[in-house]
T-cell receptor
Framework: AQTVTQSQPEMSVQEAETVTLSCTYD???????LFWYKQPPSRQMILVIR??????QNATENRFSVNFQKAAKSFSLKISDSQLGDAAMYFC????????????FGKGTHLIIQP | DVKVTQSSRYLVKRTGEKVFLECVQD?????MFWYRQDPGLGLRLIYF???????EKGDIPEGYSVSREKKERFSLILESASTNQTSMYLC????????????FGPGTRLTVT
């Protein structure tokens, strides 16, 4: 069974600053995928960034990047130049099934952006 | 744009009622999922379907059933609603395997009184 742990229920950052959200996971599979999803208030969940475990290079998407530490089973999300629109719940998720299994999600981190 | 729609944003039902939550996607995706979202617990998978008339139990299927008669539609059924099923329900779809991005609906906030 997979588990995903987000140890920060809430984080706060000043606008234009950088913030890092933590995530650790546990899986016995050698081939797996990791995701960060964003859920803005009263809006739909959207994918922020995705990392394939077999890739050593950390994924980046504009202001969003990850620090993937495979041996430590750590997958943190860094948001640079934080903007008010980044305020949301952020969920870390993993997938390692061979079929159409669902994702395993962490409990989420509520990110507050201070103007 | 991929669209996943859910029949209701808010729903209030009484204990013991049969409840149907509908989800429709317009991108011909093979896979569809129902999750339950509770504060402090994240999202938990209830059921998923990888084809018409096919379904698989997720992590918390007790008290729920599903139906997928057409590829674009995936229904979640609460046979006899109970107060502990008060929650936010999210539907998602994806092409192929879950390696691909899962597209989520807006959610249905169900209250059972």
């Amino acid at each position: 069974a997979q588990t995903v742990t987000q140890s920060q229920p809430e984080m706060s950052v000043q606008e234009a600053e950088t913030v890092t959200l933590s995530c650790t996971y546990d899986t016995s599979e050698s081939d797996y995928y990791l995701f960060w999803y964003k859920q803005p208030p009263s809006r739909q969940m959207i994918l922020v960034i995705r990392q394939e475990a077999y890739k050593q290079q950390n994924a980046t998407e504009n202001r969003f990047s990850v620090n993937f530490q495979k041996a430590a089973k750590s997958f943190s999300l860094k948001i640079s130049d934080s903007q008010l629109g980044d305020a949301a719940m952020y969920f870390c998720a993993s997938y390692s099934g061979g079929g159409a299994d669902g994702l395993t999600f962490g409990k989420g981190t509520h990110l507050i952006i201070q103007p | 744009d991929v669209k996943v729609t859910q029949s209701s944003r808010y729903l209030v039902k009484r204990t013991g009622e049969k409840v149907f939550l509908e989800c429709v996607q317009d991108m011909d995706h093979e896979n569809m999922f129902w999750y339950r979202q509770d504060p402090g617990l994240g999202l938990r998978l209830i059921y998923f379907s990888y084809d018409v008339k096919m379904k698989e139990k997720g992590d918390i299927p007790e008290g729920y059933s599903v139906s997928r008669e057409k590829k674009e539609r995936f229904s979640l059924i609460l046979e006899s609603a109970s107060t502990n099923q008060t929650s936010m329900y999210l539907c998602a779809s994806s092409p192929g395997t879950a390696l691909n991005e899962q597209y989520f609906g807006p959610g249905t906030r169900l209250t059972v009184t």
